[in-house]
């Protein structure tokens, strides 16, 4: 037997042993570790831009101020918080919208970048329930855009982050209170905070194997309170499908909270291989179909068709819309522009009153068996079944054509990016006022404008550039 003190020496060295060996492994682990790969530069205390105030007109003249680089895969994201967010393979910068300097940065060097993006046109407030508001990005793990961040526009701070099996490629979408990440075939769609509302389609680890519309292809998505649209191609069909975005909130849900089962309210057949999504209530969706004629078709709740106009697009600008996925649009003051080719459909929003659906309350039975109240008729605890009630119905206000993007609000104008400049449109029927030349130095590409204070800001595939009077 060894003596005590020699015993002491070999448990001293095997415990070094241990350590050094923990120790190692532990390094391993944080060289190659997400945290140590992610860097949060917020801003400063005291150098992030107030909020500014929306400008009431624009000038007669514009001149560049700054101009940024970003990928033009991602592109920028403009915030009506005072931020011009760029972007490259693996961070997110945020700059002053009034100068350009920069203000914060978010970056994971060991995982690429597939997307940024942003709903907010105006201020409303960051913890407030009327969207999903700051700048989200969506980093690549394991084959999936799994890191989702929610981003503080002014300051960088992390505001909200999950995890989401999203397919790589994919789009964001947003509307309202949410937003969500489209890919071919599985969708997710999430609250403010980034609280799971709904998983949709081939879920990766199905917990729904049997829900609806399984194998199908998504080619556009659009969401606002109370109604999730998608365009869905189920072998030869091409289908609108409506859902809830929160599954729960549906008329006689009896399973509570449960993001991994929806019933559709409709599933419409459109008829037409190529078709977008260009308005949608929370009752009704607007979608331009290129079959038989180029046209837009509202239909409801029920999958009913509500009004058919037809519209002076080519199928062709249809195609080319489709083709790319999410369907390009922006809300402001509740009107929705969305960007078919190199034309801009704008839409409102109208109350009309329709035939009330029939009701699912019962009179006290007489004879044993229930009996369901008819329209009109009085329940046994309650007044008259209404006969009509009011939903919102998208109306469909101007197409402008030669737009080559986005359009941002000042005033009562709408400002419309075209290639000869900005051009000064009427709210209510797109009647053009006046133009702004703007020299873009060769660029013809797609040109996205965003109104931040007295600041308009264009993204031109690589750049972003500020223009002030």
């Not at 100068?99 to 201020?123: E, K, P, V």
């Not at 879920?203 to 109604?227: E, K, M, R, W, Y």
Request: proline fraction near 8%; hydrophobic fraction near 40%.
């Amino acid at each position: 037997m060894l003596p005590r003190r020699t015993r002491r020496l070999i448990d001293a060295a095997v415990a070094a042993v241990i350590f050094i060996a923990v120790a190692a492994v532990a390094t391993v682990l944080w060289l190659g570790s997400d945290a140590r790969a992610t860097s949060d530069d917020i801003a400063a205390p005291g150098s992030a831009p107030q909020t500014p105030a929306p400008a009431s007109s624009v000038p007669a003249s514009l001149h560049q101020v700054w101009m940024l680089p970003t990928d033009p895969r991602y592109g920028a994201v403009v915030s009506p918080y005072g931020s011009v967010v760029t972007a490259n393979d693996h961070a997110v910068v945020g700059h002053d919208a009034a100068t350009g300097r920069q203000l914060w940065s978010y970056t994971r060097s060991n995982r690429d970048l597939c997307a940024i993006g942003s709903g907010d046109t105006t201020a409303d407030g960051l913890s407030t329930w009327s969207g999903v508001h700051g700048v989200m990005t969506l980093f690549a793990k394991n084959g999936y855009c799994s890191q989702v961040t929610l981003l503080n526009p002014a300051t960088g701070e992390r505001l909200y982050q999950r995890t989401s099996p999203n397919q790589d490629p994919g789009q964001l979408f947003f509307g309202s209170p949410y937003v969500g990440w489209m890919g071919s075939d599985y969708l997710e769609l999430w609250r403010h905070d980034l609280v799971a509302t709904i998983r949709y389609g081939n879920q990766p680890n199905p917990v729904n194997a049997n829900g609806p519309h399984l194998g199908c292809i998504f080619s556009d998505a659009a969401v606002t309170t109370d109604q999730l649209a998608t365009i869905e191609h189920c072998g030869g069909t091409t289908n609108l499908v409506l859902n809830w975005p929160t599954p729960s909130d549906a008329p006689g849900n009896d399973k509570g909270w449960d993001a991994n089962h929806s019933t559709p309210k409709a599933t419409i057949d459109l008829r037409s291989h190529e078709a977008v999504i260009v308005g949608i209530t929370a009752d009704r969706v607007a979608v331009l179909v290129s079959q038989p004629s180029p046209a837009i078709v509202v239909y409801d709740a029920s999958g009913d068709e509500a009004s058919r106009k037809p519209v002076d697009i080519s199928p062709a600008e249809i195609t080319q819309t489709a083709a790319a996925g999410i369907t390009p649009s922006v809300v402001y003051q509740t009107r929705r522009y969305t960007l078919v080719g190199h034309h801009l459909v704008a839409f409102s929003s109208q109350s009309v009153n329709v035939p009330a659906p029939p009701p699912t309350t019962t009179v006290a039975p007489q004879s044993g068996a229930d009996v369901t109240a008819g329209v009109g008729s009085s329940t046994a605890s309650g007044p008259p079944t209404p006969t009509t009630v009011s939903v919102a119905n998208p109306v469909l206000d101007w197409v402008g054509p030669d737009a080559v993007g986005l359009p941002t609000r000042v005033g009562d104008s709408i400002v419309v990016p075209t290639a000869a400049g900005l051009a000064m449109r009427a709210v209510i029927n797109g009647d053009v006022t006046r133009v702004i030349p703007i020299q873009r130095g060769g660029y013809t590409g797609r040109v996205d404008v965003t109104s931040v204070g007295n600041v308009l800001v264009e993204t031109r595939g690589a750049a972003v550039v500020g223009l002030a009077g």
